[in-house]
C-alpha cells in the first residue's frame, strides 16, 4: 500500500532549527513535496525532491534519500510566522500526491 | 507557474441544497485534481478530472454526491449535492504542471 508518515506535532523555540521527518512509501515515485499550510488557508508549496541529497532555498531546505523512502524538512532561524502545519506529499507513477497527516509545528518565543 | 481561481472563496448552505464550486486556471492543463480537507485533517483526494473523460473518483466519493465538469483545460466545477453538516470543510482545485502541483486558495463550505 501507499502510505506517508510524519509526527503529528513538534515545538520548537524561535531563532531555533527545526527537522520535520517524513518516510514514505508509493506506487512508483516521481519526487516529494513539502507544504507550509497556515490553519483555514490552502497549502503552499515549499520544496520538491526527486534525486537525493539537499536541497536549500534560504531558511528552508529539504532531504531526500531514495532508497531509504526518507525525506526530511529543516528550518533555521526559526520565526514565530513559521507555525503552521507542514505536510509531506509523495507523487506516485500516475503523478497523484499521496499526502501524510501533517506536522503541526508550535514556535515559542 | 500556474494560478488557480476559485468562486466562491465561502458560503454558509442550509442542509439538503447543493453548491457548485468553479475553478478557473490561466493555463490549458491536461489533469485537475478536487481535494478536501475536513477541520483538523490532512487533505483528501475527491476525484481526478482530465478533460474530455468521465472523472476518477477515488474510494468513498461517488459522482451522484460530488459531479464533476470538465468542460476545457482551463475550466472545472465541482458540485456537493445534497448537503449535510458532514460537508463542511475547505474544497481546494489543483493541478499539475510542468511536474509541479499547484492549488487554488480554496472555497470554504460551512452546512448548517
Known amino acids: 500500500g501507499q502510505n506517508i508518515d510524519q509526527p503529528t506535532e513538534m515545538t520548537a523555540t524561535e531563532g531555533a532549527i527545526v527537522q520535520i521527518n517524513c518516510t514514505y512509501q508509493t506506487s512508483g515515485f516521481n519526487g516529494l513535496f513539502w507544504y507550509q499550510q497556515h490553519a483555514g488557508e490552502a497549502p503552499t508549496f515549499l520544496s520538491y525532491?526527486?534525486l537525493d541529497g539537499l536541497e536549500e532555498k534560504g531558511r528552508f531546505s529539504s532531504f531526500l534519500s531514495r532508497s531509504k523512502g526518507y525525506s526530511y524538512l529543516l528550518l533555521k532561524e526559526l520565526q514565530m510566522k513559521d507555525s503552521a502545519s507542514y505536510l509531506c506529499a509523495g507523487m506516485d507513477s500516475n503523478y497523484q500526491l499521496i499526502w501524510g497527516a501533517g506536522t503541526k509545528l508550535i514556535i515559542k518565543p | 507557474s500556474a494560478v488557480i481561481s476559485q468562486k466562491p472563496s465561502r458560503d454558509i448552505c442550509q442542509r439538503g441544497t447543493s453548491l457548485t464550486i468553479q475553478c478557473q486556471v490561466d493555463s490549458q492543463v491536461t489533469m485537475m485534481f478536487w481535494y478536501r480537507q475536513q477541520p483538523g485533517q490532512s487533505l483528501t483526494l475527491i476525484a481526478t478530472a482530465n478533460q474530455g473523460s468521465e472523472a476518477t473518483y477515488e474510494s468513498g466519493f461517488v459522482i451522484d454526491k460530488f459531479p464533476i465538469s470538465r468542460p476545457n483545460l482551463t475550466f472545472s466545477t465541482l458540485t456537493v449535492s445534497n448537503m449535510s453538516p458532514e460537508d463542511s470543510s475547505i474544497y481546494l482545485c489543483?493541478?499539475?504542471?510542468?511536474?509541479?502541483?499547484?492549488f487554488g486558495p480554496g472555497t470554504r463550505l460551512t452546512v448548517l
Open positions: 525532491n526527486v
Open positions: 489543483s493541478v499539475v504542471l510542468g511536474g509541479w502541483q499547484f
